[in-house]
């Protein structure tokens, strides 16, 4: 008879000690819990010290789209998945843009109130279909920023297709490099928090089965509307941050590549998690400004990506991490 | 009579532009968001076929259709079939992939004024007062046979009521020797195939370009989410309520508002029927 294999995963011994209390009994399981929460805050603090000029820059959109893939893994937590991230990050954008232009409000009024009204706007807007789910929900979000960037060009408001330039920047690009960093970092650990607290509980029930929370007593549109705020108050900040960085607001706010990159990066990332999507955004935005001079081949490229690592390792590269961080492998005998 | 001749033609369009994709998710619980890609795509082979190989129109017609077909048999093999079942990566593969498309046309500088059809025949004529042309009259004959040609192959051959069986319940349809995915490939050849045609007859009134590529995939929807999917009948009542809509939008409001007519239809009926106008309850089920 042929002889069968098996993989075997068992936890490491440092991690069953590192689970309970007595992971403060020593500093080595001390070391072994903070690593992976401390290397993404220093790594990210360090690079905003030593970084300047035009990769002081690509730090910043990083953080952005970070943000919004953060924001779509939210989303997607419980149930509802976005094909137009944009639209937070337009809607943002044209919020902050519009007070600084019209009204002339500084930056740093801009950006609280667009990250809040942008959030109110997006639920208010989305709202109306958060009884659909899945697919259908996925097709209405991916109508919406387009038929705004329609609405914006044929009826010539805010700037039309030429857009607003010469808005207020930030007082200077330090200031804006470590508020990115600074938000980006807020937001995954407190995305991080929420998932894992009751409220994050019953979101991910909605995911998992929706029917079974509405026999709950809960109303499940009225949650899934609060998440659709709390997504869209955060892809908001990151387009509100993102036109004052660049002094300029236009229709290119709700480009797909705001769309398309957040969706990668989860893909790729592992849903669910938010460091995933932290982290492959971190790698993609670099990779692809590195790859800016293909021009339009960069969308392309991203697609493939995307679809090869659905196809290759459809778990993402965080689980598989954490997997090889807290676990190892050995191969037995099937018996 | 202006209204109803070109709110006529209008929703036919859209009939054409959705009838590809709501068959596909009908028969196939598949999302197909590179039906946009692949209506642009099959626009260029077409092209390529006239202009650089010199075919008659009629012969790169049949051709970009079987190619066009080909490609969405291939992309269920090749892709789908190993994120089948899962139904958000289906939906990005396919999104991924339609994108891919149209940046791939794109890079290779395949839009302009110079990359369009002619129309099959040139000129037009009166119908009591309105000027039509001999273009729009073919597209509205083709959407007319196309739907009468689909009714009878779904409802009189062999494939077709596999098909139909794949729809009503997968499961059956298993016991009695109907494999999903040779039928799920099929479907897509079919939905690709019913795009390129769409293609072929709708593309000679406009422009080859991207956005026209998202256009289509966003009348699909919108289509397919006021009819109800997988309903024929909703479909054709959807293209009609959308495709009059946006007529009468522009001769009396103003052509802006064209674009605001599917999203605010789409709005209405969700408030008002959730399931769609035709769906049915097991829509309702997978939907809400």
């Known amino acids: ?335 | 009579m202006s209204l109803f001749i070109y709110g006529l033609i209008n929703s036919v369009i859209l009939a054409l532009y959705a009838v590809g994709f709501s068959l596909t998710y009908g028969i196939s619980g598949l999302a197909n968001f590179a039906h946009g890609a692949l209506y642009i795509l099959s626009g260029f082979t077409a092209w390529i076929f006239i202009n650089s190989a010199g075919l008659p129109i009629g012969l790169a017609a049949v051709l970009s259709i079987t190619v066009t077909a080909l490609l969405g048999f291939l992309f269920y093999w090749v892709l789908l079939l190993r994120v089948r079942g899962i139904p958000l990566a289906e939906l990005i593969v396919t999104f991924a992939a339609g994108v891919a498309i149209l940046e791939l046309l794109m890079w290779k500088g395949f839009y302009g004024i110079r990359y369009s059809l002619q129309p099959f025949i040139r000129g037009g004529l009166e119908i009591g007062n309105v000027g039509v042309d001999y273009q729009r009259l073919i597209v509205l004959s083709t959407g007319v046979i196309l739907v009468i040609l689909l009714y009878l192959f779904v409802h009189h051959s062999k494939i077709g009521l596999a098909f139909r069986a794949m729809a009503q319940n997968e499961r059956t349809a298993l016991s009695v020797g109907i494999e999903s995915d040779w039928i799920g490939s099929l479907s897509l050849a079919f939905g690709s195939a019913l795009a390129a045609t769409a293609a072929i007859v709708v593309l000679p009134l406009g422009m080859m370009e991207s956005t026209v590529g998202w256009e289509v995939l966003i009348y699909a929807l919108a289509v397919a989410i006021v009819g109800g999917l997988e309903s024929t009948l909703g479909m054709i009542a959807g293209s009609f309520i959308i495709g009059f809509g946006q007529v009468a939008a522009a001769k009396y409001i103003g052509p802006k508002w064209m674009i605001i007519v599917p999203l605010a239809t789409i709005v209405l009926v969700l408030v008002a029927k959730p399931s769609g106008l035709f769906g049915k309850f097991k829509e309702l089920e997978e939907r809400v």
């Open chain 1, 1 to 335: 008879m042929e002889e069968a294999y098996r993989k075997k995963r068992l936890d490491r011994g440092i991690k069953a000690r590192a689970d309970t209390i007595f992971a403060v009994a020593s500093s080595k399981e001390m070391f072994y819990l903070l690593l992976p929460r401390a290397l993404p805050v220093v790594g990210l603090l360090v690079l905003a010290i030593v970084l300047d000029g035009y990769r002081a820059k690509v730090l910043v959109y990083a953080c952005m789209y970070g943000l919004l893939a953060l924001s779509w893994d939210f989303m997607a937590s419980c149930g509802l998945f976005s094909l137009g991230q944009s639209l937070f990050f337009g809607v943002g954008a044209y919020l902050a843009g519009a007070m600084n232009h019209y009204l002339h409000w500084p930056p740093l009024v801009t950006l609280p109130l667009a990250s809040l009204f942008g959030g109110l706007t997006c639920a208010a807007l989305l709202s109306t279909v958060v009884r659909l789910r899945g697919v259908y929900f996925a097709m209405v979000t991916l109508m919406l920023p387009i038929l705004i960037m329609k609405g914006i060009e044929t009826t010539g408001i805010l700037g039309g297709s030429h857009g607003i330039a010469s808005l207020s920047p930030f007082p200077n690009d330090t200031f804006a490099t470590y508020l990115a960093v600074i938000g980006f970092l807020f937001c995954l650990f407190a995305f991080r928090r929420i998932i894992h607290s009751d409220y994050g509980l019953v979101l991910m029930a909605i995911k998992d089965d929706d029917r079974a929370v509405m026999s709950g007593g809960i109303n499940i549109y009225w949650r899934k509307t609060q998440a659709l705020f709390i997504s869209g108050a955060v892809g908001a900040f990151a387009g509100a941050m993102m036109t004052h960085h660049y002094q300029f607001l236009g229709m290119s706010a709700f480009a797909l590549d705001y769309s398309i990159l957040p969706v990668a990066a989860v893909a790729l990332g592992g849903q669910g998690s938010f460091a995933g999507a932290a982290l492959v955004s971190l790698i993609l935005v670099p990779l692809s400004e590195a790859l800016r001079a293909l021009g339009g081949l960069r969308i392309a490229i991203y697609c493939f990506i995307l679809i090869g690592s659905l196809i290759v390792l459809p778990e993402g590269i965080f689980h598989y991490l954490a997997r090889k961080y807290h676990q190892f492998e050995r191969t037995v005998e099937v018996k």
